[in-house]
């Protein structure tokens, strides 16, 4: 039959306790989240049989040890933001852009010094002596939600219509530093190429800023190396998320043979199947039916997108895109209830 994919949020907190929920202590604050998360659980547990949240205190020394991200190497400072993080734009015309990626080439000749904090070694050994894992590098913001934010989205559309010799030295300098970040970071934590952990995920919302034609000049070339890095065999996981309406890259996206797709609601599975054979769909419910308990809608829409998806398989019932506040556990057993009673491939 297919598989749930809904894994509810601790965002749908608020809502199913009906409490207020302050994100940035949330985030900050473990005994808080915690405490909130057994809350949410007790709750889970009576109405779909599950805990959903997690509830382990992390062991402080198995800590994974922080480093620099590619925002940073960018000069795109991270800030909170009407309870978010925001990536606050880095260059704002082309003599802006041309100045940053020449600095941007510059840390490039010695990245690791850049990334690593002073203290990295003894970081290292006090997280792998207490049983943790040292971090690698397999998800990334997309290339064009990550250019849009350190240059600004109408911007890079302009810079690729307009300058694209200067765009493409932009997506290639992007694809240098993530292709130097993913070496540092496996070298330390003991990999080779041929031994690193396969896969890689883009979140790429604004994709749907672009052409297919302007998408193939600045994204595509990303995306290929990266998989051709990380992602070379037929199964390795080449994931893409774009909860946008960005249908009219599938014919690019295809060429990249995506083994996980979750794109934006008005995108059909029938569609993706297409030109994507062989990718899991994540999808296709729309967050917002999902968020407002519209159920009958959920109903219609999990019937319709298991009727595509009956002839190439291959789907896991999930939003198409964020799970948000408002989303009720009640929904989630109704999408459980559907899946049993509709949701069972022919033998």
């Not at 030109?275 to 219609?300: K, W």
């Not at 198409?320 to 509709?342: C, H, K, P, W």
Request: negative net charge.
């Amino acid at each position: 039959q297919v598989p749930l994919g809904i894994r509810m949020s601790w965002e749908c907190i608020p809502t199913e306790l009906g409490v207020e929920v302050d994100t940035w202590r949330y985030l900050h604050d473990e005994p808080y989240a915690l405490a909130l998360n057994k809350a949410y659980n007790d709750q889970a547990e009576r109405i779909v049989g599950r805990r959903l949240l997690n509830e382990t205190p992390a062991d402080p020394a198995a800590r994974p040890p922080a480093h620099k991200a590619l925002h940073d190497v960018f000069e795109a400072r991270n800030e909170w933001h009407a309870g978010s993080w925001w990536l606050r734009q880095s260059a704002h015309d082309a003599d802006g852009l041309e100045a940053l990626l020449d600095r941007v080439e510059r840390r490039l000749e010695d990245l690791r010094s850049f990334l690593l904090p002073e203290d990295w070694d003894d970081q290292k050994r006090r997280c792998l002596a207490a049983g943790g894992r040292l971090p690698l590098y397999r998800g990334q913001r997309g290339p064009v939600t990550f250019a849009a934010s350190v240059y600004g989205p109408e911007n890079l559309i302009y810079l690729i219509l307009d300058e694209p010799d200067l765009a493409v030295r932009f997506r290639d300098t992007i694809r240098r530093a993530m292709l130097e970040m993913i070496r540092v970071l496996d070298e330390e934590a003991g990999y080779t190429p041929e031994t690193a952990p396969r896969g890689f995920g883009f979140a790429d919302d604004n994709c749907c800023l672009l052409t297919p034609e302007m998408y193939e000049l600045f994204g595509y070339p990303i995306l290929q190396a990266i998989f051709e890095r990380c992602a070379p065999g037929p199964a390795d996981r080449r994931y893409q998320h774009s909860d946008s309406p960005m249908g009219h890259l599938l014919p690019v996206l295809g060429r990249l043979n995506l083994t996980g797709v979750n794109f934006g609601p008005t995108v059909r599975v029938a569609e993706i199947r297409r030109h994507l054979p062989r990718a899991v769909i994540d999808g296709q419910l729309a967050p917002f039916t999902f968020s407002r308990n519209e159920e009958e809608s959920i109903l219609a829409e999990f019937l319709r997108d298991f009727g595509e998806a009956r002839a190439g398989r291959g789907l896991r019932f999930a939003t198409a895109g964020s799970i948000n506040d408002g989303s009720r556990l009640t929904g989630m057993r109704l999408v459980m209830a559907a899946i049993q009673r509709f949701g069972r491939y022919d033998a």
